[in-house]
């Protein structure tokens, strides 16, 4: 039920209320009833049983895996230093 | 720019959970005290189980798995309203996919269906819709289940049911609410939790604000997760980091989702269609006021419980004596701790809920533990002799 994944608008459809999106290759399309921001091609979606529940925040989510980036170099320093304890 | 595979990919790294791992054994060595940390959603469960994170935690940090899967949780006596409707002969019951296979008093809707019953899973609520459309003969009810995560699909199904008159649509609701289930847990006291992991999509929905009395109650941390397994590796940092830091806040995680205040769309939807339900009593938890939802007054017209009212049964029914389902959803034991877990009680064969749903803690459990599990659990075990290491692996069991 709650396991929603990215998928990506590759068409609108505003006549329904609907957008076909792209989930890692597999397209469908889904409802927009809930969502209130305007659309674009190619933002993220989160979907849920067929309805797009929330845009995905991509600033947030580079910020996130820039943070990740940054803990594996500061971990292999760590490590090295560690070689040399 | 990001592609929408380091939207997954990213967020399932193996080094960077090693790294993470290092980071929690680092600070969780000072802590005194363990951390019994709750993940309150079966959608966690499902993660920390497939990706194995409970090896990667230090011994002082234990999950314990909780109440937050909608099928899960539904007693009984709401299975057998189910089939009570589907076997009307004006009837078509229309729910979505896993509730199928969950037993109630009167056997599975699925049993039902062979008996029958004209039952109809689907995966999208809209297609309810369509389904009354075809039929204008019959009558078809839609069985909507869910957390706050789903409440807005059903709204906006009864909306357009509303705007394109479909007279023939009705709803038998089993909407319930996460944080009267968490306050549940915790007044009860005896799960002893001292952290939440707090589910995502619902806070999508509902927005983060919504842990905050948990948090003020309790003096927990609460962080917001994703589902990837590195979301919830850096959430159990983060409660790590407070519990050193001897304070409790709620935190999100999962930013690139869950904003403070959520879908105000959704949340106006729902405020309009529904209310607060006196009483729901759910599985495992027994009788909640005010946990779950009700169609407001003005679309009681819609609401299968008053329209069928002389055809469903008003009777609360328990579990099957044997079914530890109710101790797993509050808390108070593991899946493998159950008599008949993995024996007479399968993914294929379910006895109990937890079994049924793929976020039911039962069914993570079966799938993947030949890939993860904390063997230290089954020196804990109080109660039968199942073991483990009978089930069989995720690959084993979907040959």
Redesign the interface.
Known sequence: MCLCIPSQIVEIHPEDSTVTVDTLGVRRRISTHLIEDPLNMGDYLLIHVGFAISKINEQEALKSLEEYRLLLAEMDEEEARALFI | ??E?????Q??R?P??MQ??S??IHQLSAQLSESVKIMEV???HT?TIMKYGLNQLLPRNIEFIHGP????CIMPKERIDHAIELAMLPEVILVT?G?MIRVPGSKGTLAQCRAKGGDVRPV????DALEIAKQNPDRKVVFFAI??E??T??TA?LL?LAEKQNVANLYFHINHVLVPPAVDAVMADGAAKVTAFIG?S??S??TGSDIYQPIVDCYHTPVVVSG?EP?DVMQSILMIVEQKVQGIAKLEVQY???VTAKG????QQ?VASMFTLRPHFRWRGLGDIPLSSLVLSEQYRHRDAEIVFADALSDQAIEDHKACQCADILRGLAKPNQCRVFGRGCTPTKPMGSCMV?S?GACNAYYRYAGLAFDLDLTKEATTGKASINRAKTEKEITA
């Open positions: 720019m990001i929408l595979k380091d939207l997954s990213g967020f790294n080094e960077l790294s993470l290092q980071r959603c079966g959608g499902h937050g899967c909608p099928v979505l896993d995966y999208d609520p809209l869910g957390f995560t789903t807005p699909m906006v909306e589910p999509h619902v999508a929905i589902f590195v930013t690139r989702v879908n105000q769309a959704a939807k749903s976020e």
